[in-house]
């Protein structure tokens, strides 16, 4: 080896040893903290394409595309081709609208980028994206053609470009690929005009399903395993029996870091993840991590890919990775940590998952199958937020639904919102049972369940309403004061009341103390 040679297999030492110490740190910075780091280093191109595609990815989407165009002039042709086949495509169909948006965006970009990402892109994708907005007209072949109309590089393709939004686009696009290679730019053309459009795009989707496959993406039947439920039981019969074996992921596949898991300060699984040091585990459940968020970005099958999708997504896997853990180790950080060491991410995830299902059935069967179904009372029948509550379970997913900060649904997070639910619909299956036990009444709108129980309360012992209604706040009010007048206090005479209605357990106890005391702040008794 030659004094040359020694000296650029030193550089390249270096080099690599640099971008190993270089990128952990990066990916430590948020936005555009990172854009900054890796422009103003030594080598931006060389440190930005040494990203994993989806770190690449999440960075531009983060920062925003239109502010990333710094970044997006880095990238490599796989980091390109990675970006467009989760933006150009919803689902199993090909997008004309984010084409019409990340066109602009990409032609924006300095010479040097166009000309990479234009010589690498696959060209079925480019072959969509132009049989889409353009339709083609030869000279020598229609002679009344309008020349004045359409566009032209050779004077003898003739370019109708179907979007006017597109027009400046189009044309600069093509323009650049007549440059690049104007035997290209024709064959191109050609195969525009002879290529049916379905089978065009079927034949791109093919060849994006097995990239995205390549990168770490599973196919649908794959990713929707995700969502299998794991019963508890089994599984510790599985560890007990080590009859589970680690996940087979290719480790040529650059694992996406996800610091949005890693900072969640939330989550169970990320306090484990802070106490891990042994780096080859920690190489593995990266990789993990990233399989499984693709999985439920597959099977999700989100309208829209941004950062808002990938943050949802991460919260999801980061929650149910929590909560499997959790049921597993008991909270219990060292037990936790062993079983991460033992057994795939994918299967404390489906139990974590499972727990949800779990609420889920729970929720079905109490609200379309007993009482309530057979009444039809709508879920505003159970008042705020005990009605978002239950919609929330009987969504496709179930879901939680956040009172505070702002309200709304949203993946489950931690163990204690699991429980939380369990005794919610507890207490709701204990209303309709004592409901049950009631006669009849007629809904009306606004009616909730309290105004129910304690009309059947009063009506019984203190003084007769007509059945067929029920009654209002100012009877109620009034019924109260008569009961005081009495010297007695109405609230242990409804607790016993409902007590003698139903048959109930030791654990339903406090249940009913609870829906005594939640009818109590309804009529405000105090």
Same mark, same amino acid.
């Given at each position: 080896?030659?004094? *040359?040679?020694?000296?650029?297999?030193?550089?390249?030492?270096?080099?690599?040893?640099? %971008?190993?110490?270089?990128?952990?740190?990066?990916?430590?910075?948020?936005?555009?903290?990172?854009?900054?780091? &890796?422009?103003?280093?030594?080598?931006?191109?060389?440190?930005?394409?040494?990203?994993?595609?989806?770190?690449?990815?999440?960075?531009?989407?983060?920062?925003? @595309?239109?502010?990333?165009?710094?970044?997006?002039?880095?990238?490599?042709?796989?980091?390109?081709?990675?970006?467009?086949?989760?933006?150009?495509?919803?689902?199993?169909? =090909?997008?004309?609208?984010?084409?019409?948006?990340?066109?602009?965006?990409?032609?924006?970009?300095?010479?040097?980028?166009?000309?990479?990402?234009? !010589?690498?892109?696959?060209?079925?994708?480019?072959? %969509?994206?132009?049989?889409?907005?353009?339709?083609?007209?030869?000279?020598?072949?229609?002679?009344?053609?309008? $020349?004045?109309?359409?566009?032209? *590089?050779?004077?003898?393709?003739?370019?109708?470009?179907?979007?006017?939004? /597109?027009?400046?686009?189009?044309?600069?696009?093509? !323009?650049?690929?007549?440059?690049?290679?104007?035997?290209?730019?024709?064959?191109?053309?050609?195969?525009?005009?002879?290529?049916?459009?379905?089978? /065009?795009?079927?034949?791109? /989707?093919?060849?994006?399903?097995?990239?995205?496959? +390549?990168?770490?993406?599973?196919?649908?039947?794959?990713? #929707?395993?995700?969502?299998?439920?794991?019963?508890?039981?089994?599984?510790?019969?599985?560890?007990?029996?080590?009859? $589970?074996?680690?996940?087979?992921? +290719?480790?040529?596949?650059?694992?996406?870091?996800?610091?949005?898991?890693?900072?969640?300060?939330?989550?169970? =699984?990320? *306090?484990?993840?802070?106490?891990?040091?042994?780096?080859?585990?920690?190489? !593995? &459940?990266?990789?993990?991590?990233?399989?499984?968020?693709?999985?439920?970005?597959?099977?999700?099958?989100?309208?829209?890919? +941004? #950062?808002?999708?990938?943050?949802?997504?991460?919260?999801?896997?980061?929650?149910?990775?929590?909560?499997?853990?959790?049921?597993?180790?008991?909270?219990?950080?060292?037990?936790? %940590?062993?079983?991460?060491?033992?057994?795939?991410?994918?299967?404390?995830?489906?139990?974590?998952?499972?727990?949800?299902?779990?609420?889920?059935?729970?929720?079905?069967?109490?609200?379309?199958?007993?009482?309530?179904?057979?009444?039809?009372?709508?879920?505003?029948?159970?008042?705020?937020?005990?009605?978002?509550?239950?919609?929330?379970?009987?969504?496709?997913?179930?879901? =939680?639904?956040? @009172?505070?900060?702002?309200?709304?649904?949203? @993946?489950?997070?931690? #163990?204690?919102?699991?429980? =939380?639910?369990?005794?919610?619909?507890?207490?709701?299956? /204990?209303?309709?049972?004592?409901?049950?036990?009631?006669?009849?009444?007629?809904?009306?709108?606004?009616?909730?369940?309290?105004?129910? &129980?304690?009309?059947?309360?009063?009506?019984?012992?203190?003084?007769?309403?007509?059945?067929?209604?029920?009654?209002?706040?100012?009877?109620?009010?009034?019924?109260?004061?008569?009961?005081?007048?009495?010297?007695?206090?109405? $609230?242990?005479?409804?607790?016993?009341?409902?007590?003698?209605?139903?048959?109930?357990?030791?654990?339903?106890?406090?249940? $009913?103390?609870?829906? *005594?005391?939640?009818?109590?702040?309804?009529?405000?008794?105090?």
């Amino acid at each position: 080896m030659d004094n *040359v040679e020694l000296l650029e297999e030193k550089k390249e030492l270096s080099t690599q040893i640099m %971008l190993k110490e270089e990128i952990p740190l990066i990916l430590e910075l948020q936005g555009k903290e990172r854009m900054e780091r &890796i422009l103003n280093s030594h080598n931006p191109m060389l440190l930005f394409q040494s990203l994993s595609e989806g770190d690449a990815y999440i960075t531009i989407k983060e920062i925003g @595309e239109n502010d990333a165009l710094a970044l997006l002039s880095l990238m490599s042709p796989e980091q390109y081709q990675y970006l467009l086949d989760l933006e150009l495509w919803r689902g199993y169909e =090909f997008s004309p609208e984010r084409v019409e948006h990340w066109l602009p965006i990409l032609l924006s970009c300095d010479e040097e980028a166009i000309e990479r990402w234009l !010589r690498s892109i696959d060209l079925d994708t480019l072959l %969509l994206i132009l049989k889409k907005n353009i339709r083609i007209h030869i000279k020598d072949n229609d002679e009344s053609l309008n $020349i004045q109309k359409f566009f032209t *590089v050779d004077g003898v393709y003739y370019i109708e470009i179907l979007k006017p939004s /597109l027009q400046n686009h189009i044309e600069q696009l093509l !323009r650049w690929l007549a440059q690049l290679n104007l035997n290209l730019y024709w064959n191109l053309l050609d195969q525009v005009a002879i290529e049916i459009e379905a089978e /065009l795009e079927e034949r791109a /989707l093919h060849f994006r399903e097995a990239r995205l496959e +390549d990168k770490g993406f599973p196919k649908m039947e794959e990713a #929707l395993s995700l969502y299998q439920y794991m019963d508890p039981k089994r599984l510790r019969e599985l560890i007990e029996k080590k009859e $589970i074996n680690l996940l087979d992921i +290719d480790e040529e596949i650059k694992p996406s870091f996800y610091p949005l898991i890693y900072k969640d300060k939330e989550m169970f =699984f990320s *306090v484990c993840l802070k106490e891990l040091d042994d780096k080859k585990l920690i190489d !593995r &459940i990266k990789r993990e991590l990233a399989y499984m968020a693709n999985q439920a970005l597959v099977a999700d099958r989100p309208e829209s890919i +941004d #950062l808002e999708t990938i943050k949802r997504g991460l919260q999801k896997v980061g929650g149910y990775l929590s909560i499997g853990l959790e049921l597993l180790s008991e909270g219990d950080i060292k037990k936790a %940590l062993s079983y991460m060491s033992k057994i795939p991410l994918k299967y404390i995830f489906q139990l974590g998952f499972g727990a949800s299902l779990e609420l889920k059935w729970k929720a079905e069967r109490i609200w379309k199958k007993g009482w309530f179904s057979q009444r039809g009372v709508p879920l505003s029948f159970l008042g705020y937020p005990s009605d978002e509550r239950i919609r929330g379970l009987l969504s496709k997913k179930p879901l =939680f639904f956040e @009172e505070f900060p702002e309200g709304g649904f949203r @993946e489950f997070k931690r #163990l204690e919102e699991i429980r =939380f639910m369990q005794r919610e619909l507890d207490r709701i299956e /204990l209303i309709g049972k004592i409901l049950s036990s009631l006669p009849h009444f007629s809904y009306s709108e606004g009616l909730r369940w309290e105004m129910v &129980i304690l009309n059947a309360f009063l009506q019984e012992q203190i003084m007769p309403f007509n059945k067929d209604r029920p009654i209002s706040i100012d009877e109620i009010l009034n019924c109260i004061i008569e009961f005081r007048r009495g010297g007695k206090d109405p $609230i242990p005479y409804l607790r016993d009341w409902i007590k003698e209605k139903v048959n109930f357990s030791d654990n339903e106890e406090a249940l $009913i103390d609870e829906i *005594v005391g939640l009818i109590k702040e309804e009529i405000r008794f105090n």
